[in-house]
């Protein structure tokens, strides 16, 4: 099938949706997506980031859907035609979702670990705005232990459930969901059952903000102070593909976590022993450095990054000083006046 997105044409399978065939196409096209996960069955269709105009249904009924479609779960027909970057309509439903996803959002991002590689933060940095007109109090959550080694920190969730069907998906014997209805809408585990399941650390790779932590990196470092690395171990969980990213600090392992791609979804999953229990360096065979987007903020800290020589005008620029400022104190280009002579003699110049 053919489709159309801002004027580019892409064939796609039957089956594929609007957002797989944008990404497919790649750019500004792209719409973004706080809650579809590609690797996770059924996600999708919560958020609302990824709504887009379908300004022609079909070859068979060319009519405009009358509203803004969700391109995650959107299916593609043949000559379809859709608006995402270009549309004023999008622009401000885009605005209006974040300002929605940002009215009881925290703003935790001087203390939040996930600063620096927070899906949300992009949409902010993209569509949100300056100002708020929610005036009301903000619902507000204890931090909660649901694990050894994960916290939750409920303020900062969006309800995107990535956790729960990650859960779901990977194992046998979920134990958190989400509980009650509406505004009081909350992830947490019942009667606050631990979570101990073998691949419960892939949670804290599919949050797309810093509502699940790791309790072994909180507070140790900002992301883009450390170093990150491909690395791969031989792991015998079953269901573990050992390849990682281990984000160092000179020669200690911070953290690990699964390697992501360029929308931040892993591309596979690891099992908490290769998260949580080998930061040694010598557990791991390092690969080499991990290569991300030249405007990501981690990767002004990348070292594989060929930098330009930084010539400042230091004379020039900061002793001389501005002409003006010049002209206000006492130089031998330039001369008192006389009446000021006679006050710089008295000592009241």
């Known amino acids: 099938m053919k489709v159309t997105i801002d004027g580019q044409s892409i064939e796609v399978e039957p089956g594929t949706t609007i957002l797989q065939a944008a990404r497919m196409i790649g750019g500004e096209s792209v719409p973004p997506a706080m809650c579809y996960y ?53 622009r401000e439903a885009r605005q209006s979702v974040t300002e929605f996803l940002l009215i009881n959002h925290p703003l935790d991002c001087p203390i939040c670990d996930q600063a620096g590689e927070c899906d949300l933060q992009d949409l902010s940095f993209e569509h949100g705005k300056s100002k708020t007109r929610f005036i009301e109090e903000k619902r507000t959550f204890e931090p909660e232990d649901i694990g050894p080694n994960i916290q939750l920190h409920m303020n900062r969730c969006i309800l995107c459930q990535r956790c729960v069907q990650v859960a779901d998906q990977l194992t046998d014997k979920r134990v958190h969901g989400v509980l009650d209805r509406g505004d009081h809408a909350n992830i947490s585990t019942c009667i606050s059952k631990a979570i101990d399941n073998e691949f419960s650390g892939n949670m804290i790779d599919v949050c797309p903000v810093g509502a699940l932590t790791d309790k072994t990196f909180r507070f140790k470092s900002r992301v883009w102070f450390n170093k990150p690395f491909n690395a791969h171990r031989e792991c015998t969980t079953p269901g573990c593909c050992g390849k990682t990213t281990v984000w160092m600090f000179g020669n200690e392992i911070q ?7 360029q929308y931040h979804e892993v591309e596979d999953f690891i099992c908490n022993e290769c998260r949580f229990d080998h930061k040694d360096p010598a557990d791991w065979v390092i690969e080499g450095p991990r290569k ?56 009241n110049l």
């Open 255 to 261: 953290r690990v976590t699964g390697r992501k791609d």
């Open 38 to 90: 590609s690797k996770l069955k059924g996600s999708g269709g919560k958020c609302r980031c990824c709504l887009v105009e379908v300004s022609k249904g079909s070859e068979a009924d060319p009519r405009p859907m009358p509203k803004l479609m969700a391109s995650c779960v959107t299916g593609c027909m043949e000559g379809m035609e859709v608006n995402s970057k270009n549309s004023d309509r999008v």
């Open 292 to 347: 991300f987007d030249k405007d990501s903020v981690i990767n002004q800290n990348n070292y594989t990054r060929k930098l330009d020589t930084v010539h400042i005008a230091t004379e020039e620029g900061i002793l001389k000083g501005r002409e003006q400022d010049r002209k206000k104190i006492s130089m031998t280009a330039i001369p008192l006046k006389k009446e000021e002579q006679e006050e710089f003699k008295n000592g």
